[in-house]
Each structure stands twice: as C-alpha cells, then as structure tokens.
C-alpha cells in the first residue's frame, strides 16, 4: 500500500504546531501502525529529517502508551490500542490524519506525544488498597462472590490509555475513574477505603480540569479494553453514598 499521512507536528508544549503531510510506500498489511510509523521514521532519518514523536512501550495492547487520534478516533477505527491496529484495516492510497489525544489535562509535550500523568495523580489520591492483604494463599480464603470477582476483572482490564478523554467531547476521565473504583469497590479488601478512595479520586480529577459526563457514551464506544458506561453509574453512586456517610 501507498498511504498519505496528514500528521500533527509540534516542537514542544509552547509551540503552536502544524499538520505536516509524508508519504509512505510498500506498507504491509501485516504491519501494525506503529510499525508503518517505524517506517515512516526511517525514511525521515534517511533524509536527515527530525523523526515523529509518538509514544509505545508493550506494543501487545497492555501499557497504555500508544495513545493516537486517527482520523479523528482514538486508536483508529477497531476496537483495539493504536499498536494492535494492524494496516489491513486501510487501503491503497488511503489518507490518514494522524493527531495526538486533545484535552487539556493531557498538553502535548512534542508532536504525538501528551503528558498524562493527571491520570496518575488521580491514581495516587485513592487508586489503590493500603490495607494488608496478606499472602496469596490468605487472599483466596476470602470468599468473593462471583458475579463480583468477574466484575472486578473485567474493571481491572482498563490500561489508563486515556482513548475515553479524547473521544468525550467533555474531556471526562469517568469512565477511567468509574473502571478502578468499580474494580477495588467489588473486592472485600477495597470497602475499608471506599469512601475515602471515591471523594479523593472525584477532587482531583475535577482539580486537573477533567470535565463530567454527560452520557454520551463516545468513552465506551472508543475504550479498547471494552470497559462499559454502568461503571460510571458506580461511581456516581458510590460517590452519593459516600458524601451522605461524612
Ligand atoms: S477506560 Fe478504556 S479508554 Fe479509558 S483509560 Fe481505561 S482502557 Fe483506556
Ligand atoms: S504500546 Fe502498550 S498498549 Fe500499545
């Protein structure tokens, strides 16, 4: 394949960036996009050109790094992360926009990539179980029901990509937020700070300018994990109770 790439450059956090459009020839469909990027990067360097900045770590849809707008849809068009989209989901002389996550908790350090770490700093004001649990063998003798050890799973997937704030047009970290207080919520070790742990993961994400949802529901549909919009229903309601027992 021959592809167009329309991408958004940006030399650091002050300056104003531009679209800057490359072609890129002989793309696999087996390539991942990462990998035509690679490509791409090659062909810069060849030239004597400054490569595109963007973001990976795993590559295997685990860390949470690849975070890219593609053609206006975070992660491109299936549902999976930036580096498990594979080429064969675009054709032959196909133009591809190619921008990094726009809220404004996330700025753009350089080109595609964006400062995250308000998502770790709502991690650090409550994401998280300080109480003992003991060793492996002692936490499987606490029973847990199954519907809520599944629940809990299935909320724990979330990777921390940030593809729900970029598809929400209130950048709200909700679903985020909503997937790991529905994953500690659903566990007998995560009650002793449940309170706590919503009212303080709630602040801050107010406080690092993360807006709130309007159940719109473009979170879900863009989430590569598949994390569903009820979980923001649990944080909703965890966060009355919690405001009603203080
Ligand atoms: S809820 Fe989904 S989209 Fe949002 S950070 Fe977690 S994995 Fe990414
Ligand atoms: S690079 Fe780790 S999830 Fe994509």
Redesign the pocket.
């Known amino acids: 394949m021959n592809l167009t790439l329309k991408i958004w450059r940006q030399d650091g956090p002050q300056d104003a960036g531009r679209f800057e459009t490359h072609h890129v020839t002989d793309v696999s469909e087996d390539m991942s996009f990462l990998e035509m990027l690679d490509v791409l990067n090659e062909d810069l360097q060849g030239d004597a050109k400054e490569p595109v900045a963007f973001d990976s770590d795993c590559r295997e849809g685990i860390c ?1 790094m690849c975070s890219l707008m593609i053609n206006g849809m ?1 992660h491109g068009p299936e549902v999976t992360t930036t580096c498990q989209l594979h080429m064969r989901s675009f054709k032959d002389g196909d133009e591809i926009t190619i921008e990094p996550w726009r809220a404004a908790p996330f700025p753009v350090l350089r080109d595609l990539v964006v400062d995250r770490s308000s ?1 770790d700093r709502i991690i650090q004001s409550g994401g998280y179980i300080s109480v003992n649990t003991g060793a492996a063998t002692e936490a499987n003798n606490l029973p847990v029901r199954k519907e809520a050890a599944d629940r809990a799973f299935d909320a724990a ?9 970029a ?1 929400c047009p209130n950048a709200s ?1 909700m ?2 937020m ?2 790991k207080v529905t994953h500690l919520g659903e566990l007998p070790q995560g009650q002793a700070e449940r309170d706590a742990r919503v009212v303080s993961m709630v602040n801050q994400h107010d406080f690092e300018g993360f807006g709130g949802c309007t159940n719109i529901g473009e ?2 549909a ?6 569903p919009l009820d ?1 923001i229903s649990q944080l909703n309601k965890d966060f009355r109770k919690a405001k009603k027992h203080a």
């Open positions: 949470g975070a998502f997937t979330c990777i921390g990509c940030g593809a729900c704030v598809a970290g679903l985020f909503g997937a979170c879900a863009a989430c590569p994990k598949e994390i979980v």
